[in-house]
C-alpha cells in the first residue's frame, strides 16, 4: 500500500465545474505540499500547508491531520486547470524532512 | 519561474554511457534535493544535500551519485546507464533543512527538470 493515495486517478470535468481531488496518507508528516505538473513537465508548488485551510485565487486546500487526509478544490474550473496534480506529504523523521508523493491526479478540463 | 535552474533540458545518451546533471538552487537556499520521474514510479526522493553535506538518501541507485559544491549548486552523476533510468530528474531547493525533532518546515522550490532519455 502506498504511504500517500490520491483520488481519482484521472478526473474529466466541464469547464466551470466544482473539482475536488482528494490525498489520504499514512505517516507522521510535519506538512503537505499540493503541486501541480503540466503536460511540458514542470512542476509548481501550488501550497504547503500544515493545518487549516488555504485559498489562492480559485484554488483551496484543506487538510485534517487527525484523519491524515487533505483535498485541493478548485472552484469556476477552467480548459487551464488541466494538469496533474500530486500531492506530496513532507515526512519527518532524522535531521531532515523528504517529500513522499502520491501518483498524481490527471485533471482534463473539457470547455 | 522557481529561480531553480536545471541544465541541460534534455539528454539522449546511450546505455552504459555516463552523464552529469547540474542544478543551481534558488539564490539563498542552502538545500538541494533531486528527485526522479519514471513513468512506471511516479516520483521518488533520490537524495538531499544541505550546505555540502549529505543530508537524507532516498531510493538512490549505487550507480548514483550527487554532491553540492561551495559554491551551493549540485551535480547528479548517473553512470552505466540502462533503459530503465530513462525519466525526468527533477531538483528542487529549499532555505534550510529541518532540525532533529523540529518539525518544521521549509517550502522546496522545483526546477524545470531535465529529461534524459537512455537508448
Known amino acids: 500500500k502506498n504511504e500517500v493515495e490520491q483520488s481519482p486517478q484521472n478526473l474529466t470535468a466541464q469547464e466551470g465545474e466544482f473539482i475536488t481531488i482528494n490525498c489520504s496518507y499514512s505517516?507522521?508528516?510535519?506538512?503537505l505540499h499540493w503541486l501541480q505538473q503540466h503536460p511540458g513537465g514542470g512542476i509548481v508548488s501550488l501550497f504547503m500547508?500544515?493545518?487549516g485551510k488555504k485559498k489562492h485565487g480559485r484554488l483551496i486546500a484543506t487538510i485534517n491531520i487527525q484523519e491524515k487526509h487533505s483535498s485541493l478544490h478548485i472552484t469556476a474550473s477552467h480548459p487551464r486547470d488541466s494538469a496533474v496534480y500530486i500531492c506530496?506529504?513532507?515526512?519527518?523523521?532524522?535531521?531532515?524532512?523528504?517529500?513522499?508523493f502520491g501518483t498524481g491526479t490527471l485533471l482534463a478540463v473539457q470547455p | 519561474d522557481s529561480g531553480v535552474t536545471q541544465t541541460p533540458k534534455h539528454l539522449i545518451t546511450a546505455t552504459g554511457q555516463r552523464v552529469t546533471l547540474r542544478c543551481s538552487p534558488r539564490?539563498?537556499?542552502?538545500?538541494v534535493y533531486w528527485y526522479q520521474q519514471s513513468l512506471d514510479q511516479g516520483l521518488q526522493f533520490l537524495i538531499q544535500?544541505?550546505?555540502?553535506?549529505?543530508?537524507a538518501k532516498g531510493n538512490i541507485l549505487e550507480r548514483f551519485s550527487a554532491q553540492q559544491f561551495p559554491d551551493l549548486h549540485s551535480e547528479l552523476n548517473l553512470s552505466s546507464l540502462e533503459l530503465g533510468d530513462s525519466a525526468l530528474y527533477f531538483c528542487?531547493?529549499?532555505?534550510?533543512?529541518?532540525?532533529?525533532?523540529?518539525?518544521?518546515?521549509?517550502?522546496?522550490?522545483f526546477g524545470p527538470g531535465t529529461r534524459l532519455t537512455v537508448l
Open positions: 528542487a531547493s529549499s532555505v534550510a533543512t529541518s532540525v532533529w525533532g523540529d518539525h518544521s518546515y521549509n517550502e522546496q522550490f
Open positions: 505517516v507522521g508528516i510535519s506538512a
Open positions: 500547508l500544515s493545518s
Open positions: 506530496a506529504v513532507l515526512n519527518y523523521g532524522g535531521a531532515t524532512n523528504k517529500l513522499i
Open positions: 539564490s539563498g537556499d542552502l538545500s
Open positions: 544535500y544541505y550546505n555540502g553535506e549529505e543530508r
